[in-house]
């Protein structure tokens, strides 16, 4: 098959991911202009890090016990920042005595400061506060805009958040505290914020750290069993690439190129024989934050057939006989990126109606949703209450669903009422939930998803399989388009608050095969109404990560934007 266009350049990285030695958690990060500044939250260390050589240096070697738990550093002249419990300090850089500039009733997490401005994360207060540097006196204060743990930095006209629970960072008005645009960022827990610039007359790099644990396999010699599952600390710097669309007001963010093969093994349970059978399985889908480089069969020959704007590969076979052996499916090269819409409320225009075919198509019960139910119908009443307005039903619902269920995987999916009431539910089943409540309450909604990447970009070219396969949805908000939502991912927190990252996004390693369409489907001509795919095959899904990429400005077709 021809390689379509890419709509983004084949550009490498300049800059790679940056492993400071001896450090295990790092919770705040700064630039001085020549290097990175970033602190260990464990043990106490303010390090210096060149971002060309990895090289690394400890600055505060008499002083760490004084720094052990800060979160939050920032660069101002000759001066260092940083949080610690409730208070933020400053030192001077040569001689690194602290000095107390502000406490705050509640725990710090992060600092930064721009000329007479100093700004101060609280997650426990909700607010970001600011502060009059030669005074100390509080002038404004603004709210953040997420619900986890926050670092800051001031980079030209904004302030820039980095939020460890949404893995999001957000764009600031310094002045207002307004959000101009959030991106996701391509690992969890980012704990740090900064920008740096390489060269004179380079454009800057941002730089987000990460800390987490990683589970690992020990060799332990002396057990009579020598392996065993542990945990350790992984932590390290990365560049985030942004591009970023204010008239459509999405952002895309780090994305890679994958490998996805698809692959069905003919592995029939019982003696059966098909004729004239036809084999339909949807290929990746091309959309705002997703394109299909190359496509090429596997162990058999298909035809391509196009469903509701959608590419399907067609298997043709005049007769399967029983214990037939045989591979069919497809390998596609695919470019992933992060996607995020920065849309408020205040941004929909409520007097536009739904189209009338999508009312017609998915406002109804066309997949066993229970949605005249007794259960349901209370449920699509509570959810919303009076609210009005399709973004605001949208999260309420979520949340009504979120605080009810509970995730767990079932031997089957049961349909919503029965899921609701059981309390604990499968992605699947969330998503059976979500489509029920919104379509009573006039939301049009639909099933995407099929598999997500393994979450290992540093494990290049080599095979990844997921253990499960993965269902989200989408929702049509008049005058946008349609706008993805997680299951059940951001289920966090019992009772919340629960995190947004997902509600108008997607990661990286989210793949999007047959929008709106069912992935396979088989027929033939004297196929038994008991046999399912299930009893006919058994499926091989495999990725393989083969570079990172960054995102490029292109112009994007009305058609794209409506996929």
């Not at 996701?184 to 827990?189: A, E, G, I, N, R």
């Not at 644990?213 to 020990?218: Q, T």
């Not at 992984?234 to 459509?248: A, E, Q, V, W, Y």
């Amino acid at each position: 098959m021809p390689k379509p266009e890419s709509p983004f350049p084949e550009s490498s990285l300049q800059y790679s991911t940056i492993r400071p030695i001896g450090v295990y958690a790092l919770s705040g990060l700064a630039s001085d202009g020549d290097h990175l500044l970033a602190v260990d939250l464990f043990r106490g260390y303010l390090v210096h890090v060149d971002p060309r050589t990895n090289n690394t240096s400890i600055l505060n070697p008499h002083h760490v016990s004084e720094w052990i738990g800060a979160t939050g550093v920032a660069v101002c002249q000759d001066n260092v920042w940083f949080a610690k419990g409730q208070e933020v300090f400053w030192c001077d850089r040569k001689t690194l005595v602290s000095t107390v500039f502000t406490r705050l009733p509640y725990p710090v997490t992060g600092v930064a400061v721009w000329e007479s401005s100093v700004y101060v994360s609280c997650q426990k207060s909700g607010y970001i506060h600011v502060f009059e540097q030669s005074t100390g006196e509080r002038i404004a204060r603004f709210a953040q805009p997420g619900m986890g743990t926050e670092t800051l930095t001031v980079f030209e006209d904004a302030l820039w958040v980095c939020d460890r629970a949404e893995q999001t960072v957000y764009s600031l008005d310094r002045s207002t505290g307004a959000v101009q645009f959030s991106a996701l960022t391509p690992f969890s827990d980012p704990t740090g914020i900064a920008f740096y610039t390489p060269e004179l007359g380079q454009k800057p790099v941002c730089y987000i750290s990460y800390a987490d644990e990683e589970p690992y396999i020990r060799d332990d010699p002396n057990a009579e069993f020598p392996y065993e599952l542990t945990f350790r600390d992984r932590t390290f710097i990365h560049p985030l690439h942004i591009h970023h669309s204010p008239t459509d007001r999405y952002t895309l963010s780090n994305g890679y190129l994958v490998e996805l093969s698809y692959v069905e093994e003919l592995l029939a349970t019982e003696a059966v024989t098909l004729n004239n059978v036809q084999w339909r399985i949807a290929l990746p889908s091309n959309t705002l934050r997703q394109r299909v480089r190359h496509v090429e069969p596997i162990g058999h020959e298909y035809t391509l057939e196009e469903q509701d704007g959608q590419q399907v590969a067609v298997f043709s076979f005049d007769q399967v006989q029983p214990h037939q052996g045989g591979l069919i499916g497809w390998k596609a090269i695919i470019e992933m990126y992060s996607l995020k819409y920065s849309l408020s409320p205040e941004d929909i225009d409520s007097s536009l109606p739904l189209p009338l075919e999508l009312q017609q198509r998915y406002l109804v019960d066309d997949d066993d949703l229970a949605m005249d139910t007794p259960t349901i119908l209370q449920a699509a009443k509570e959810a919303v209450g009076t609210e009005t307005n399709v973004l605001r039903k949208m999260l309420k619902i979520r949340n009504y669903v979120y605080d009810r269920l509970s995730y767990g995987i079932q031997p089957r999916i049961d349909t919503p009422d029965i899921a609701l009431a059981r309390g604990i539910g499968s992605c699947g089943e969330y998503v059976g939930i979500l489509l029920a409540l919104a379509r009573l309450n006039g939301i049009a909604c639909r099933t995407i998803g099929r598999y997500k990447c393994p979450q290992h970009p540093e494990l290049r070219h080599l095979p990844l399989e997921p253990d499960f396969n993965h269902v989200w949805l989408e929702f049509y908000v008049p005058g946008i388009g349609w706008l993805p939502m997680e299951s059940n991912v951001d289920d966090t927190v019992d009772r919340g608050p629960y995190p947004e990252r997902f509600f108008m996004g997607l990661s990286w390693y989210h793949t999007e095969i047959g929008k709106g369409i069912s992935f396979t489907k088989m027929k033939a001509d004297d196929k038994p109404e008991h046999i399912s795919l299930g009893d006919l095959a058994i499926n091989h899904i495999r990725f393989r990560i083969l570079e990172e990429l960054v995102p490029g400005d292109r112009v994007v077709s009305q058609d794209e934007k409506n996929a």
